[in-house]
């Protein structure tokens, strides 16, 4: 594994970017990206290490594909772990940090109940440091300006330019005309801005089902796209993208309805 972190760093250097650029581009933690370049891709679930690397690789040149079979070859990989805790609690922390109560004298612990013990806390310690790596971080996705906004502001300007009136369209007086489901098959991040809304994170678990309002679009970035399925007022759109890629940015309208 370390050949591999250290090919991923130099494709980097080569192409003189840093880790934070990196992380714009691909919109990953650069906690995660650090980890990866120390050749560590047990810090969680293999799933999602896969489509960190998929990104990553074509981020820096390099062929997703090729990097996958390397990354398959290299050998099994530990189950995955949670990564170092941060210099501050998460509020969870309570929850995820209380001890087993110590046996009393004379008794034994069940070997099987210690070991589901060790796993509820590891996955429970996983799904805390992501959502607080979520919660903290801002992606790109926030820093776009809507088509619309920039076409009315681009017809404004012409206007001025050549002494007309530029006629604007008045926006459409609906409210909450879309909704959007979506149902997990797998464990799934995403990130959801409805309409001009500040962008949410959203986690699902296997077998979660939720739904969302919106007046004129959703847009999305998804992890482990393959992992979920949406239907767009009661129309099926099903998965947007393969078992393991992370899709950015994916619009969700009434044009949609449209094209189904």
């Known amino acids: 594994m370390d050949s591999l972190a250290t090919e991923l760093k130099n494709a980097r250097e080569q192409k003189r970017m840093s880790l934070s650029d990196i992380a714009d581009a691909t919109l990953i933690n650069v906690r995660f990206l650090e980890e990866l370049e120390r050749g560590n891709f047990s810090f969680l679930p293999q799933t999602y290490v896969r489509a960190f690397l998929r990104e990553y690789a074509s981020a820096v040149g390099l062929a997703p594909e090729a990097i996958l079979q390397a990354y398959d070859a290299a050998g099994d990989i530990s189950p995955a772990t949670a990564p170092p805790a941060p210099s501050t609690p998460p509020p969870l922390a309570p929850a995820v940090s209380t001890p087993v109560p110590a046996p009393k004298p004379g008794r034994q612990i069940n070997p099987t109940t210690a070991l589901v013990a ?3 806390i590891g996955v429970l310690a996983v799904v805390v440091a992501v959502w607080n790596i979520m919660e903290t971080d801002s992606p ?10 920039i076409r009315a502001e681009h017809e404004r300007s012409s206007a001025s330019d050549s002494g007309a009136v530029a006629i604007v369209p008045p926006p459409a007086a609906t409210r909450d005309t879309l909704v959007l489901t979506a149902v997990a098959m797998d464990s799934i991040w995403m990130q959801l801005t409805i309409d001009n809304a500040a962008v949410r994170n959203v986690y699902m678990k296997p077998g979660s089902k939720n739904s969302w309002r919106a007046a004129n679009r959703f847009l999305l970035t998804l992890g482990n796209a393959g992992a979920v399925e949406f239907t767009l007022n009661k129309k099926p759109l099903g998965k947007l993208g393969k078992p393991g890629a992370v899709v950015k940015n994916v619009e969700l309208s009434h044009a949609t309805l449209a094209r189904k």
């Open 140 to 149: 790109a996705a926030v820093r776009e300006i809507p088509f619309d906004q």
């Open 118 to 120: 060790l796993v509820v």
